[in-house]
Nanobody, 115 residues
Framework: QVQFVESGGGLVQSGGSLRLSCAAS????????MRWYRQVPGKEREWIAH????????NYVAAVAGRFSISRDNANNRLYLQMNNLRPDDTAVYYC????????WGQGTQVIVSS
C-alpha cells in the first residue's frame, strides 16, 4: 500500500524558511521521478518542484525557482523541500507524490506565511 507522510509545515513570517519532509513507502521510491505539489483552497493542486530518480536533475515552476530546493534520500525513501524567502502567496497545503502517475495522496502539511 502506497503511503506518503508529509511533515515540517507551520506558521512562519514572510522572509522565513521551512524544510518539508516526505516519508514514502509501498513502492520502489528510487525508481520514481518525484514532485512536491501544493494546493490553495478553491484552486487545483499544482506541482512546484520536480526531481529525477537519482536527484541529478531538478525543475521548478517560476513562482518558486531560486527560493525552493528539492532533494531526496533514496536510501531512506525520503523527499525534501527547502523553502527560503517565503512569501504570503506560498501559503498552501504541500504534498509529495510521484511525478507522472501520482498515487493516492497523503494528508499534506500546512504552510502559512504571515506578512
Amino acid at each position: 500500500q502506497v503511503q506518503f507522510v508529509e511533515s515540517g509545515g507551520g506558521l512562519v513570517q514572510s522572509g522565513g524558511s521551512l524544510r518539508l519532509s516526505c516519508a514514502a513507502s509501498g513502492f520502489t521510491f528510487s525508481n520514481q521521478f518525484m514532485r512536491w505539489y501544493r494546493q490553495v483552497p478553491g484552486k487545483e493542486r499544482e506541482w512546484i518542484a520536480h526531481i529525477s530518480e537519482t536527484g541529478s536533475s531538478t525543475n521548478y515552476v517560476a513562482a518558486v525557482a531560486g527560493r525552493f530546493s528539492i532533494s531526496r534520500d533514496n536510501a531512506n525513501n525520503r523527499l525534501y523541500l527547502q523553502m527560503n524567502n517565503l512569501r504570503p502567496d506560498d501559503t498552501a497545503v504541500y504534498y509529495c507524490n510521484a511525478a507522472f502517475s501520482p498515487y493516492s495522496w497523503g494528508q499534506g502539511t500546512q504552510v502559512i506565511v504571515s506578512s
